[in-house]
């Protein structure tokens, strides 16, 4: 028998339609499902494909757990054990589409797991998909860049005011509780930014200004600071 | 008869599987075909939405020749044009579907030719896509960013040499014929560099490292440096 292959499969930003077919071809022809959460309910990259592909609810589903932290120890323990839980599929001759929100390639906590996997001599390809900052904008009705412009992608989650500083178009990605002193840093400095929470998916909110971030928007929001 | 809306539909990076559903629905439902491109068979844009979307072949074609220049004046003409010859497609109660290649928020020329629509009082609405520079990382099997680290995204038609010091990760676009300079900095800095060029479309081929660079490479290539 020979051994499955990894899919490191992006289901873009949120809105279903959003999913490529490459996204969807994966998933269909995948034998098992593997999420990136503890429960198919918990998992947001679970809820966009089931939308886009109802099928996958009759597919073995491997719940994989990974905390919310920045603790190494258990973070590597997670990472560790989720590879190798998706070793043991890819053992018995299953192909495993891992799902991701948005795109593989930007912070995706799935990166971890499948790299890991293809160290460990396994099988796999990415999947690309659409970040959420191409879809926020999108959203917002405006480019990100253009002609000369560069475009810095900052976690927000980490110190931003260097990064703030950088000429061109700055996104803010994974503000998580980080609302409060991030809209305090912008409107003292009196920048010009909009975003978006929760991207095409339920309760989407749009900022059009500094002002209008909520200190509590949730891990899923997006700066835009011009 | 009510005016038609205008869709600013990201095609993705050149793989058709590699579009979204969304853009497939909105080219299907599009009255009109525009092409930044002044033939079907030179926009590479149309080849990519061909093969996902046959159908498209039937469809009423506008095309809309974009000199690639830097020159203002040039440019402005061109877009002016564009934009009102988008205009009286709506005005006939048409709908349209301006096509661009990756993402449209991204360094994209069907950007200006929307804003101008918008601008005039025209319905619009941006579809978003796969950047080529996610795709570019899939393709190399590598992520673009993980944890604290930045992204920074740099047209290498301008100058490159301080966005190089930046910390984190970097992403060269629209290479063109700046191959060489390129090139000689990285090799001379000593700099881990990997890229695609053509990704996703005939001709592909990967970068490994600085060395493999090719002078000619196109507009088509990509860099990333780490």
Not at 40 to 67: F, H, N
Not at 128 to 142: E, N
Request: hydrophobic content about 35%; glycine content about 12%; overall charge neutral.
């Amino acid at each position: 028998m020979s051994e499955g292959k990894l899919y490191g499969v992006s289901v873009g930003p949120g809105d279903p339609e959003l999913m490529t077919f490459r996204a969807a071809r994966a998933i269909r022809e995948a034998e098992v499902i593997a999420i990136p959460s503890g429960s198919k309910e918990g998992c947001v990259a679970y809820g966009i494909a089931l939308k886009a592909v109802p099928e996958i609810g009759g597919k073995e589903c491997l719940a994989l757990p990974m905390p919310m932290t920045k603790d190494k120890e258990r973070l590597e323990k997670s990472h560790r054990e989720g590879a190798e839980r998706i070793l043991e599929k890819l053992k018995e001759g299953k192909s495993v589409a891992l799902l991701t929100l948005g795109d593989v390639s930007v912070y995706s906590t799935c990166w971890y797991l499948y790299s890991r996997v293809k160290a460990a001599g396994g099988q796999g390809e990415l999947v690309s998909g659409v970040p959420s900052f191409c879809a926020a904008a999108s959203r917002l009705d405006r480019a990100l860049v253009s002609g000369s412009q560069s475009l810095h992608i900052l976690p927000a989650s980490y110190p931003i005011e260097e990064g703030l500083m950088l000429p061109g178009v700055k996104v803010l990605m994974k503000m998580g509780s980080c609302g409060a002193s991030v809209r305090q840093t912008l409107l003292k400095e009196n920048r010009p930014a909009c975003g978006v929470e929760r991207c095409g998916m339920e309760g989407e909110r749009l900022y059009r200004n500094a002002e209008e971030i909520r200190e509590d928007g949730g891990y899923y929001s997006l700066l835009i600071v011009d």
